[in-house]
């Protein structure tokens, strides 16, 4: 059983479309994740929900906008797409921090995304 | 505000030789630290975790790690490398729950027959 899926696995389109991609997790937590891993494998987080309530937004442009529509996804929206947003984006998902009786944050990730701008 | 530095971009060892993964780590409190991994277009894997319980971490697939407050390290250690050991490795730090995991650039272990 898949704890934490996203689709589609691979994404090709060109500048300017907007395109969608999913994320869901089947392991109860109530917080998800989008972080974005460039070319160099460097990964940062993007964007950061509890119980389907915003918490982190990193510097990211207004074109990437989260959506969930319940706790198990997580759905990451990008309009007016550029040749720089080309990466690999990953969903994960914890429990909420602090719930476990330690303040610490174990997160699960989904196998990731892999967009191409053309 | 924390970050983590991993001192290896690239570490390439022979088959059943040890490995070495070193990081050192920032916090302005006491830390959660977390040793990552991902194989080549893979998502990413937990092996191990510290959260101020034992500081000698053991992992997944023979992997552990020390915590060292007094030189802010949490290196990885394996005693024999395999070659399925043949990854990216990702040291990642979390001040407190509610903040978030901050990840080091990565070390690229190679694993030579």
């Known amino acids: 059983d898949t704890a934490v899926s996203q689709t589609p696995k691979y994404l090709v389109t060109q500048m300017g479309n907007d395109k969608s991609i999913k994320c869901e997790q089947n392991?109860?937590?109530?917080?998800m994740y989008w972080y974005k891993q460039d070319s160099k494998k460097f990964l940062k987080i993007m964007f950061s929900?509890?119980?389907?309530?915003?918490?982190i937004n990193e510097t990211v442009p207004n074109r990437f906008s989260p959506k969930s529509p319940d706790k198990a996804h997580l759905n990451l929206h990008i309009n007016s797409l550029e040749l720089g947003d080309s990466a690999v984006y990953f969903c994960a998902s914890s429990r909420t921090p602090g719930t476990s009786g330690r303040f610490y944050n174990e997160q699960f990730f989904g196998p990731g995304t892999r967009l191409t701008v053309l | 505000a924390q970050s983590v530095t991993q001192l290896d971009s690239h570490v390439s060892v022979s088959e059943g030789t040890p490995v070495l993964l070193r990081c050192n780590y920032s916090s302005s409190y006491s830390p959660s630290l977390f040793w990552y991994v991902q194989h080549p277009n893979k998502g990413l894997q937990l092996l191990l975790k510290?959260?101020?319980?034992?500081?000698l971490v053991k992992g997944i697939n023979g992997f552990e790690a020390e915590f060292k407050k007094s030189e802010t390290s949490f290196h990885l250690t394996k005693p024999s490398a395999h070659m399925s050991d043949a990854a990216e490795y990702f040291c990642?730090?979390?001040?407190?729950?509610?903040?978030?995991?901050?990840f080091g650039k990565g070390t690229r272990l190679s694993v030579i027959a």
């Open positions: 990642v730090v979390s001040d407190r729950g509610n903040t978030p995991l901050v």
């Open positions: 929900y509890n119980n389907k309530e915003l918490i």
């Open positions: 510290y959260t101020s319980a034992a500081t």
């Open positions: 392991l109860g937590h109530d917080t």
